[in-house]
């Protein structure tokens, strides 16, 4: 076990951190401690710089003709294409469009259409929610189709893989425990068994290397606005590996998606490629924000950033159990750093009102029903002495019972 | 018919214009003659303001609390009421989401589901082809569906209308001739027939009066960037009459559609009313400058846009006809302007370059395939002198024949 550091060794560690110029980037306000980034990322003057040229210079000048000047309508591909080197696929793969939820219901259709022979699909129980409630709006649309979620999590999902399943829809990481799966293994098994796999990959594009194309995956999705830092619901991503896109189909079959778009003829032909899984006219202004934020990227190492993802996650929990040792905390996340996401969860009886306490007092994580605290730690403008100094204010409110005051024991929206 | 206006007497209808004060809330490039607002409606300060104020403010220094603070979450039921008095629905019918393809399937999809024992849907062959794609989706999903347009237009529809038709779908306005349907009169013959109907109102919504309620419509759809100046891209909406919500279910199940979207269950329960069309996260950039486009709509009474709108397209019409007269132009959109959107198109055999000609000279319309030049009129910023304006222009290149330059022969997407 490593020697708890002092204020100076995590003040050192900041200063050796070779990603500290990128929170320069960012725009944060004074006296926050922001690890809420796994659920809406930071805001940074590139956004606003593109924003602000959409609108007021391409729009308004150029107007209807920005369409082809300013290249809007092929955004959702060269965004693709630009945010794929961060989950390793290679160009003509990704597209950015619509959202997460939209994502999972045509690429799921199009894996269960891939499989005419089978009628299952299989998702973990404790998926991010909306990843099942698409699984079910598909298969209330396939007759047959069944959704089979009980007891499966990512430790049994290979007993429960059998000939009847077409498709496997996993988180790569876990919303609520931060929990990183193999992606490379799962994929394999799925494979093995005969089904095609859909990869989640809402919290980790961003947070650590993903390597689609390596681990021979079929499809993924995932959202921008978390560690990809594109703003508030900014347009949602997925994948399709090439050998699919001649087979794949999906009934959100929109003009954009159409082979010829502009020949507006009557009956629906599927483009080539990726772009048969666009469907409408894309929200150009939150598209160009995303801009914005994937330019940050280029002069991003993802291994360094994954480095230095562990290493904070790391401290703070080796901080929160050295400080806060007997208050009631107990860690829900891996405490092997490569099992992890970029978060750290902890387990208390009254989760909602110290989290409710840490808001009041600037450091920014959320709650997740029943008791989890939530800690995302995003590696662009998160440093090794904001986790220390969380780590105190989390200290002050345990040990003063701080969060025994009745306000916080009123239940609002927590983030 | 009426006399011929001069150019002073088209100067007094301007100055008479009770609209003309509207003109100075949009920035519209020097030396352009904006005739596409039908297409892509004109950029405004209220909108810049808007978009900063979600980006630098409520993003940057609100973070992840903006959910709440600043009304995030509930802007798709917030901006849909806002734009159902646009539309005559009364409070909590309209969404804001999503796009006017990802609508179309939802609101056929639940129209079809209503309708058990019958298996057609009646769409215009003409309609604007992703209403016809998303048909033929919806009917990909469902076993025994199928999809009626040959042959159909709104002049026979009733004939089409048998008892195995589910659900009509039509749109308010045709996209391409501007013909405007009587909305309350089919909406009673679908439902003699025992048929529910969709209205698409992507070119009426914030052209005229609209009056769904009245009308006793089903379901309607329809796009905010076109003359309700949201921005390109910009959210789209539907309506869901409240005597079908109970009923009403659509297949695109997400989180943002559930009774308790943050309670994380695993089971789908659909949201009581409206809610329950909404399905993911939305991008809230492009949704708040859609707020600020349609704040702009509280000082307009929409019986005097439609009076303005009927009164440009007439004098675009009297215009073209007496001074380009033997020059090939044939009127495609109706004469009665009460039969008319706020556009106005002419077919002529060398349609693609002549549009090619009248851009390049500042008047911006577009052209749709084979030969259809289509000039859009938005009342809160054009005004009667770019009438005159734009027939001047297109009367010089006519008689110069200008548009014969070998450049403007060369294909390349106009607008």
């Known amino acids: 076990m490593k020697a708890l550091p002092d204020l100076s060794a995590v003040e050192a560690m900041d200063a050796a951190d070779p990603l500290r110029s990128m929170r320069e980037r960012f ?37 209807i003709r920005a369409w082809n000047t300013a290249g809007w309508f092929d955004m959702p591909v060269v965004l693709g294409d630009q945010l794929g080197r961060l ?14 939820s939209i994502n999972i219901y045509k690429v799921l259709h199009a894996a269960l259409a891939m499989r005419p022979d089978r009628h299952v699909i299989v998702a973990e129980g404790d998926s991010f929610p909306t990843d099942l409630y698409m699984a079910e709006g598909v298969a209330s649309t396939r007759p047959g189709a069944v959704l089979r979620l009980e007891g499966v999590d990512a430790a049994n999902v290979e007993e429960l893989i059998d000939d009847q399943v077409a498709v496997i829809l996993l988180n790569h990481v876990n919303y609520k425990s931060g929990e990183l799966r193999d992606m490379a293994a799962l994929t394999r098994k799925a494979h093995d068994a005969g089904a095609l796999i859909v990869w989640d990959l809402c919290h980790t594009a961003g947070a650590m290397p993903v390597e689609l194309d390596k681990a021979n995956a079929d499809f993924a999705v995932g959202c921008t606005y978390k560690y990809l830092n594109g703003g508030p619901g900014a347009p949602a991503f997925l994948y399709v590996a090439t050998r699919h896109q001649g087979e794949a189909r999906q ?29 409408g006219t894309q929200p150009v202004l939150s598209m160009r924000a995303l801009k914005g934020a994937l330019d940050l990227w280029d002069d991003v190492d993802l291994t360094v950033l994954r480095e230095k993802s562990i290493a904070l996650t790391d401290l703070f ?37 110290i989290m409710r306490a840490l808001i009041e007092r600037g450091v920014i994580g959320d709650f997740r029903a029943p008791s989890t605290i939530r800690f995302g730690f995003t590696p662009l403008y998160v440093g090794y002495k904001d986790v220390w100094a969380a780590v105190a204010v989390l200290e002050d409110i345990l040990r003063t019972e701080a969060w025994k005051d009745e306000r916080f024991g009123v ?5």
């Open 87 to 100: 989950i390793g696929a290679t160009a003509g793969q990704t597209v950015v469009c619509d959202t997460t």
């Open 411 to 415: 239940r609002t929206a927590v983030t």
């Open 27 to 63: 725009v944060l306000p004074e006296g926050v401690i922001y690890l809420d980034g796994n659920s809406l990322g930071a805001a940074s003057p590139a956004v606003f710089g593109e924003l602000q040229k959409a609108a007021t210079q391409e729009w308004a000048e150029d107007l």
């Open 251 to 279: 009934p959100l079959s929109g003009w954009w998606g159409h082979a010829r778009p502009f020949a507006f003829e009557q009956g629906y032909a599927a483009g080539s490629g990726i772009r048969r899984f666009l469907c």
């Open 317 to 353: 929990i080796q901080l929160v159990e050295a400080k806060c040792a007997g208050y009631g905390l107990e860690l829900e996340s891996p405490r092997d750093g490569s099992k992890r996401g970029s978060q750290v969860s902890f387990m208390h009886e009254h989760g909602y009102r």
